[in-house]
Structures are given as structure tokens and as C-alpha cells.
């Protein structure tokens, strides 16, 4: 349980108490009139009048439960809800909304139109408030509201892996799948309940809950081909709002689907719509342009690509080079940022979307160096050329010069890993592709040098990342003596908590 140390602001030397919402929410509360936990989520502080203590102490607690245990019995691996979080949810006041007022959860309802509906435009923010003034009477709300707050902290926080984020992204995940009742009918199959299982599953990813978070989206894809929105349906079955939300549903856990399998090495089962969701006034135009690109760039991620990414033979695919040239450029061809209604959109979406296209491309370009299908002389067709890595880095860095961190921040480990794998691409190919002149050399080494600077400068890097990383740019230096100053400065600037030299 977490230490509440903060002085209560009355004068009684070593007297301390936190405000009613860090008490309820188990964090950290430093005293202040509006302590940094309260201003960081904008909720009223409010310190209430200290009260003697009825209870007494339990003494000898844990001894007796050693005692009473079974001669035995198995060490577990760590629950998803621990000893800390039992505590917290075991209080009487869980069985409505944990204690905490309308006003709370209203409080996330500014980040959650900000940083999870354009990339989740299912649910509106208006849906959501009525959610929570269902909550004290449905507890299929509550669970939504629950994980609503979750998902929220997740992509909003600064930083999404410190102690008390993750702490209180467990706590709102385990009390919203406590909620969930079983299904004995396929009219229960809401899309507010598939979304709210869609949440679990990008809540647990971030958590690192990687196979619990898997088997969630597995559930929420099951539940969401019951209501069949592949099929064609006659005009009064369904109004067209919520034919196009049903399948803006379907194309969401069909992305999720598609980042998973590649990067955890699971098999596809959503097939890819006939084309894209049909446009729907009632969502923004910006949010409704920007969804629709992650799903048409997501498209060309298919079972082929899958099983060539992992090394696996697909026996129709006869023709590598041309497979490979095919897929290059229809990725190119997706014309994001260059069309006039890219205006509508946000940094944030922006950035997902350029970075999500040059990663997808690079992973292309991987297949072809695994085959040897590349040269360095091929510049009438750069999809083929082994300097394509540098040129995406060059385009990737004046992204990242412009945005804010924020941008990056707020997508969580997926955008973090995607530009690993960028930036690790364009070291190999620096370390092993000449220069065609000294200019050129420093301008590539100068690129990978202010990707690996922003990497770890983003909290949460993986330590097996990071000392990838940290060899290659050794490497380098071993290469390029004439440049290793150069090099070298990434050591001084770098704000990891971590340092290079003792990963």
C-alpha cells in the first residue's frame, strides 16, 4: 500500500493525512491546497477533518495465515490483482462506484475525446457521460466506466509506466472484469460491452499482460463476429449510424488484431471488410478521416506478410521480388499526409499515421534483405534499394523536430516499438551501406543519432531495446573514429532513466 505522507496544513507538528481523493485512489498526496495528483486530473481537493482511529490492530495476521496455509502449496505466479489492489477493492463502497463521485469520472472525459476516441471512435463522449449516470443502476456501465478510466490513464498520462499510472491502471481494470456477467444470449453482445472488452485488452498490453491482453482480444473479436456486420443487410435492420459504428468496431479489433499477430507471432481470424466503414456525420471529420488511414494502412497487413515477416514459407507466393515490389508500393502509394484532409487532423493523429506508414514500409524492406533482393544501385525503384532505411530517417526525424513528445507518449509501447525497429533498421544499414560521399556519412550518422537521443529520452524503454541499441551505436563509433564526438554526445544528452553505459 502506498505511503500517504502530507501535511494537512494545520498546525500540529507531525501530523499528516492526504486529500479524500488520493485516499480513495490509493496515490501519493503531497498536501498542497491542490495536491499534483488532483491538478494533474483536474478534480476538486478536498481534505476532510481527521477522525480518530475505531478499529484496533490485527496483530499476528500474517503469521496466522502462514500457519493456516496448506503444507504444499505451490509458490504462483504474481495475479493480476495483487495483495495491495485486494485490499483497496474489498472496501463495501466497491459494490456501487468505489466511493468516488460523478465528478471523477467526468473528470477523464476532456482526455478521453482527446487521446482515445479518435483512435477508438466506437463510443462518443456524450454515450459516455450517459454511462456514467447509469452507473449506480447497471453494472454492465460501471464495468465500461471502469475501464474507460483505464484506457484514458493509459494513453494520457506523461508517463504511463510510472508506479502509481500502472497502479491505478490495475486497480480499474481488475474492478471493470469483476463486473462482467455471463452472456446467455446473443441480443446481450452490445457494442458497449464488446468495447468495453476491447479496453481490457489495451489496458492489459500496457501493463505488460501481453497473453492475458491477447486472450481479451480474442473474446472481444468472438463476441463482435455475433452480430455479423460483414453481411449485407437490408436498409431497415440496421440505421446506417449503427451499421457504420458496428464496423467501425470491426476494423478496430481488426488493426489490434494485425499489430498483435505481428508482433507476438499469433495466427489472423479477422477477415478484412469488403472496403472501408461508410462515412458517418455524427463523428468528427477529422476523427473519421484519420480512423479510416490506420485501417487502409493496416490492410496491407495480411497472413502472407505474417508468415514471410517470421520466416515461414507461403507456397503461393512464387514470385518474391515481385510480391515484394507489389506490396512496397502500394504502401507508398497511401497518400497520408499529403491530402487536403489531413488538415483535420491532429498531431497526434498525424503522428500515428506517418510513423505507422514508415514502419510498415520498413518491415517490407526487411522481407527483401532476408531474400537478397536489394541493391544499392537501385534507385529507379526505392522500395528495392538498401538506402531506403536512411531516407525514411531523414523524413522521420523532421516529424519528430515538430511535434510534441506528447504525440509519441500517448500511443505507449506500440509506437515506442515501432520506432525501434526504425531506428535499429537504419543503424544496420549505416553500419553495412558506404556512403556515397563524407556528407552523406555524417547526415545518416546524425539522424540515427537524434532517433536513439529521442528513444531514450521516452520513459518505459525496454532494457532488451535499449542494449540492441547500445551495441550498435558502439559499432559505429568502432567505424566511424572521425565521427565518434559526434556519437559520443548521445551519452551526455540522453534523459533516460537509465544510462547507455549501464544497461
Known sequence: MFLLLASNGVDHPGHFKANTESLIRKVRCNGEPRCQQCSHLDLKCIYATRQARKTTLDRGKHVRDWANRQDGELVRQRPLLSAEDATITSSPSSATSGGHTDQFFRGFLQNYELYVYPFHPIIST??????????????????????????????????????????????????????????????????????????????????????????????????????????????????????????????????????????????????????????????????????????????????????????KSVRHVTNMAGWIETNSRAIQQEHVGELDDDALLSDVQLADIIITKHWLHMLVWQIAVSQCLLSSQAAHDMSMSLLLPVRVSSQLRKILAIVSKRTVLVHGTSMQMKLFEITDTIASVVATVPGTSEEDTRGWLEDFVFLLSYLYSLPGMHERQASVLRDKLERLRDMFPEHAAMLSELEQTQTSPFSITSI
Open 126 to 311: 456524450v454515450e459516455v457521460s450517459l454511462a456514467i449516470d447509469q452507473m449506480q443502476n447497471s453494472r454492465e456501465a460501471r464495468a465500461f466506466v471502469y475501464s474507460m478510466v483505464c484506457v484514458t490513464l493509459t494513453h494520457s498520462a506523461l508517463d504511463a509506466f510510472a508506479s502509481d499510472i500502472l497502479s491505478q491502471c490495475r486497480y480499474w481494470v481488475c474492478e471493470a472484469i469483476k463486473l462482467q456477467d455471463p452472456i446467455f444470449s446473443v441480443g446481450e453482445m452490445t457494442v458497449r460491452r464488446i468495447l468495453t472488452i476491447e479496453f481490457f485488452h489495451v489496458c492489459l498490453m500496457g501493463l505488460g499482460e501481453h497473453d492475458l491482453g491477447h486472450f481479451y482480444l480474442r473474446q472481444a473479436a468472438a463476441m463482435l463476429q455475433t452480430l455479423q456486420v460483414w453481411l449485407p443487410r437490408p436498409s431497415d435492420v440496421l440505421i446506417p449510424f449503427e451499421l457504420a459504428r458496428r464496423q467501425r468496431l470491426y476494423c478496430l479489433l481488426f488493426v489490434h488484431e494485425r499489430f498483435h499477430a505481428l508482433a507476438h507471432q499469433h495466427e489472423l481470424n479477422f477477415p478484412a471488410l469488403p472496403g472501408l466503414p461508410p462515412s458517418d456525420s455524427s463523428i468528427p471529420a477529422g476523427v473519421d478521416h484519420g480512423f479510416r488511414q490506420i485501417v487502409a494502412l493496416f490492410g496491407h497487413i495480411d497472413s502472407d506478410l505474417i508468415a514471410i515477416h517470421s520466416n
